[in-house]
């Protein structure tokens, strides 16, 4: 049995949406990550500690006062900078022209689509959309993927190997083939028009959030001490479980989780953790403790040293981000012991940090090392 701890990032609330993304992802990483290992998977909610902002700060398209010569607001900024024209079904830009190019991203973006219909539409995964997940893995993990798309390969074709053998149930055909023409329609769009409005409606909240969750985090006081005893818990369940014989850890911290995660393991006993806890592995995902780091408002080693080292509990620690993630960062720059990963995907710019744990081939990687590093 092994215990996995999984540590989000910031703009997290218990809320309906968020509850349906928890189990959506943990079937992901009892079926995928950890295939027919037993895992007990702790998930501590620490967004609820945070002060809510105020929604009405990030209402800049709304009439104010314009800085110029008196012209007023722009114009058709909603619309986006070329307008809401497209290419014709000639250009080429579809998933299976990005397919034959890099298929694992496709069939990641493919994937990813099918878990954001299911949150879109309030309910759990059905067994046949996990089921184009494990046939996606599988593919991934073969080094088959590109089989996928290879000479005539149209959405039919991709539609039809993707869902072989499931038994038709809810319509899974027309669920991966929606997929595939909603992913098609963002390429497009994405080349055919900057949408300003769209981006900063998208954008601006959630970098609002990211900042603010970071700074109580950072701000020494009651709302970081709540944030760590929600996250400590959950890491002393899983330390006691591991010592009673149900280990070994594995600790993901997306975004912001995973800085708190290298911060509180830097100094266990300041944390108020066990101080002989051992963590078997750490993934942080999307996250930025090589920045934080670097800015020197982490918790120092017992003997700092540099560089910086990784936290000396903690054995394997990966960290993975996307290259067109920016609120992704290096580590392995800052600290030793830490080894990057990147991969690449079209998802766009604003949506792509939240994206990792819909995407087949991070599980499929992360699997795999963990299985060399016999964790699994």
């Given amino acids: 049995m092994a215990q996995l701890v999984f540590v989000h990032g910031v703009a997290n609330r218990d809320t309906a949406q968020y509850k349906s993304a928890v189990a959506d992802r943990n079937l992901l990483f009892r079926e995928l990550l950890f295939g027919s290992a037993e895992v007990h998977i702790h998930s501590p909610l620490w967004g609820g500690t945070v002060p809510d902002i105020a ?27 070329t307008g809401n024209a497209r290419p014709d079904d000639g250009s080429g830009l579809s998933v299976v022209a990005v397919g034959k190019q890099d298929p694992v991203a496709a069939l990641d973006a493919i994937c990813s689509e099918i878990a954001d219909r299911a949150v879109r539409e309030g309910r759990p995964l059905r067994t046949e959309e996990v089921r184009a997940f494990r046939t996606a893995s599988e593919l991934i993990a073969t080094d088959k993927a590109p089989q996928l798309f290879e000479g005539n390969a149209d959405s039919a074709s991709i539609v039809r190997q993707l869902t072989a053998g499931a038994p038709g149930a809810f319509g899974i055909g027309s669920i991966v083939g929606d997929a595939l023409t909603a992913v098609t329609d963002r390429i497009r769009n994405a080349a055919s028009t900057l949408g300003f409005g769209a981006v900063r409606e998208s954008l601006s909240p959630a970098v609002g959030r990211f900042i603010g969750d970071v700074l109580v985090y950072l701000k020494e006081g009651e709302t970081r001490n709540a944030i760590r005893a929600v996250i400590g818990q959950a890491l002393a369940d899983a330390h006691a479980a591991k010592v009673a014989g149900k280990g070994p850890i594995v600790l993901v911290g997306h975004s912001l989780g995973g800085v708190i995660l290298v911060d509180m393991l830097s100094d266990p006993e300041a944390a108020g953790l066990a101080p002989d806890i051992q963590v078997d592995a750490l993934l942080t995902v999307g996250s930025q403790p090589g920045l934080f780091a670097s800015l020197g408002v982490l918790a120092p080693n017992r003997a700092p040293v540099a560089p910086r080292r990784k936290p000396d509990c903690v054995g394997l620690w990966m960290n993975v981000f996307d290259a067109i993630d920016p609120l992704a960062f290096r580590a392995d720059k800052i600290f030793m012991g830490v080894e990057d990963f990147v991969f690449n995907s079209v998802a766009g710019i604003t949506d792509t940090h939240s994206k990792y744990f819909q995407r087949p081939q991070f599980h499929v990687r992360a699997r795999a090392r963990l299985q060399a590093a016999n964790i699994l």
């Avoid at 990030?58 to 058709?76: C, M, Y």
């Fill in 55 to 81: 929604a009405n700060v990030f209402a800049t398209d709304e009439q104010v006062k314009t800085f110029s010569l008196n012209l007023g607001a722009a114009p058709g900024m909603g619309a986006g900078l």
